[in-house]
């Protein structure tokens, strides 16, 4: 059965994404629970930050069917046409003030990422104006800010959006249930709540994880 999600008819099964994989043994342990989709940040400055070539050695180990996310912020075009053929990815992720042009460059699918800390602007207006975007992902961090510091926000600032949405930030396995509950977001991203330090996944706490959010799905 399918349920409306911010508007848009979603499926019954929220999907997951796990962002900030540095090791081939975090992207199959995930791949084995179930896992949607796995983020590799190639941002300067971040701790969960991969090299290409790191980023391309794990990529092609990963099973089929589970797709993989290029995270970038604020890249050069020529930044983003290395990552396209080093990592071939599914999707890529603007964490940073790219324009819809920009971000719609390459032609792949690609997810903008709002700081949702201090938001400025109707969430209604910046889906209007990423039109183009296959979702918007919401974190907790705030407006120039690297997104990864483990801070939620308000769900209920996701009410009435139509476009599908990713909840991120600071989300674990004892809120997790919540939030979807909440928002009925069409995805859930997870980086540090599912850490035992910064790039280092926990297999208890990825099973965690994915046991809630199975649990509060409709």
């Known amino acids: 059965m399918a349920h409306r999600s911010n508007?848009?008819?979603?499926?019954?099964?929220?999907?997951?994404?796990?962002?900030?994989?540095?090791?081939?043994e975090d992207a199959l342990a995930a791949a084995a629970l179930g896992v949607d989709a796995l983020g590799f940040v190639l941002v300067p400055g971040?701790?969960?930050?991969?090299?290409?070539?790191?980023?391309?050695?794990?990529?092609?180990q990963v099973p089929p069917l589970v797709w993989t996310v290029a995270l970038l912020?604020?890249?050069?075009?020529?930044?983003?046409?290395?990552?396209?053929?080093?990592?071939?990815p599914d999707l890529l992720q603007f964490h940073g003030e790219e324009t819809p042009e920009f971000c719609a460059a390459s032609g792949l699918p690609y997810l903008k990422a709002v700081a949702m800390r201090g938001l400025r602007r109707p969430l209604a207006e910046i889906a209007r104006d990423y039109a183009g975007a296959a979702a918007l992902l919401l974190d907790g961090h705030g407006a120039g800010e690297l997104g990864g510091q483990g801070r939620t926000f308000d769900w209920a600032q996701a009410a009435g959006v139509d476009k599908p949405l990713i909840l991120a930030g600071g989300l674990h396995a004892d809120n997790v249930a919540g939030a979807i509950r909440?928002?009925?977001?069409?995805?859930?991203?997870?980086?540090?709540?599912?850490e035992s330090q910064p790039g280092i996944k926990d297999s208890g706490k990825m099973a965690a994880f994915v046991r809630q959010v199975r649990d509060a799905d409709p």
């Open 73 to 88: 912020r604020n890249p050069a075009a020529e930044q983003v046409r290395e990552a396209v053929a080093a990592l071939r």
């Open 182 to 194: 909440a928002a009925r977001p069409y995805a859930v991203d997870v980086s540090s709540g599912i």
């Open 7 to 24: 508007g848009v008819l979603a499926q019954a099964r929220t999907r997951i994404k796990f962002c900030g994989i540095t090791r081939l």
């Open 46 to 60: 971040s701790p969960r930050q991969l090299t290409l070539a790191v980023a391309a050695a794990i990529r092609r």
